[in-house]
């Protein structure tokens, strides 16, 4: 079975410092991917990056961007420049095999809450 | 942009009761997927549905029923809602691409609290 793994389970940062936050997985599957989503207080959850086992560059995504190291299987999501508008939760997913003929289904961390100080 | 609404973002039900939760997906989207999360649990994927009429359960489907008539409509079903169904209950849709990344897009949530 997949496992994901979020050791932080809090986090502060200060407005506009960068910020890290964790995600170690586990799987024997050669083909996968790597989600990071972000949760605010409203509930909605908002896909922010992706990263494909097979990419051989990290992701990026305007503020957001993905240190990927495959060996160690992590999966850093790295904030750059945080705003207070960035305070929410994060949750890291890896892509299950697939469940159907048609997509996949999401394995999902338990979170780390970040929270960004003036 | 995907839109994912669901009917209602706060209900409160009394144990017993039949209780319906809509989501609607305006993006032609094949997947669909129903998830509680919970304080300390993550979220865990309860049903999901790959086409029209077609249905797989999760990692946690007991007490819990879906129906997908309409390939745009996903509602899930508590038939005899119980207290330890109170939750936030979380819709989501995808493409449905095989071998790419196909996000998952989420709606609102739906506060579900059993009296």
């Known amino acids: 079975a997949q496992k994901i793994t979020q050791t932080q389970p809090g986090m502060f940062v200060q407005e506009k410092e960068a910020v890290t936050l964790d995600c170690t997985y586990d799987?024997?599957?050669?083909?996968?991917?790597l989600f990071w989503y972000k949760q605010p207080s409203s509930g909605e959850m908002i896909f922010l990056i992706y990263?494909?086992?097979?990419?051989?560059q990290n992701a990026t995504e305007g503020r957001y961007s993905l240190n990927f190291q495959k060996a160690r299987k992590s999966a850093n999501l790295v904030i750059s420049a945080s705003q207070l508008g960035d305070s929410a939760m994060y949750f890291c997913?890896?892509?299950?095999?697939?469940?159907?003929?048609?997509?996949?289904?999401?394995?999902f961390g338990k979170g780390t809450s970040l929270l960004v100080t003036p | 942009d995907v839109k994912v609404t669901q009917s209602s973002r706060y209900l409160v039900k009394r144990t017993g009761e039949k209780v319906f939760l809509e989501c609607v997906q305006d993006?032609?989207?094949?997947?669909m997927f129903w998830y509680r999360q919970d304080p300390g649990l993550g979220l865990r994927l309860i049903y999901f549905?790959?086409?029209?009429?077609?249905?797989e359960k999760g990692d946690i489907p007991e007490g819990y029923s879906v129906s997908r008539e309409k390939k745009e409509r996903f509602s899930l079903i508590l038939e005899s809602a119980s207290t330890n169904q109170t939750s936030m209950y979380l819709c989501?849709?995808?493409?449905?691409?095989?071998?790419?990344?196909?996000?998952?897009?989420f709606g609102p949530g739906t506060r579900l609290t059993v009296l």
């Open positions: 989501a849709s995808s493409l449905g691409q095989t071998g790419s990344h196909d996000a998952q897009y």
């Open positions: 799987t024997s599957d050669q083909s996968y991917g």
């Open positions: 990263q494909g086992s097979y990419d051989e």
């Open positions: 997913a890896m892509r299950e095999t697939h469940l159907s003929n048609s997509g996949y289904a999401l394995n």
């Open positions: 993006m032609d989207h094949e997947n």
């Open positions: 549905s790959y086409d029209v009429k077609m249905k």
